[in-house]
């Protein structure tokens, strides 16, 4: 698998970026997110079919982002309260 680029959070639920591929991969998803509802109501207009539309991108977009998250993450994702060890 090679080197995770996130690591479990402290706090909470999920990860984080821990590397310069995780942070770019971060950047990444939100410029595509950005894209996703700009682009849409560029071609498509202002209308309730490119709200659904940017929607449906944007879901798939993070949906994807969090399998790949998921899979370069170190260790597992648990709720973790006040700082417990990973």
Known sequence: M?????????TGYGA??????GWAMTLGYVVL???????????????????LISV????ALTAGFLVIVYKKTDAA??????????
């Not at 994702?77 to 990973?86: D, S, Y």
Request: no cysteine; proline share 8%.
């Open 2 to 10: 090679g080197k995770p680029w996130f690591a479990p959070k402290s």
């Open 56 to 59: 449906v991108l944007a879901i």
């Open 16 to 21: 984080t970026p821990s590397t310069w591929q």
């Open 77 to 86: 994702w648990r709720l973790r309260i006040n700082g417990e060890p990973k």
């Open 33 to 51: 997110l950005w894209a996703d509802r700009a682009l849409t109501r560029r071609w498509f207009g202002a209308n309730k079919i490119t709200l």
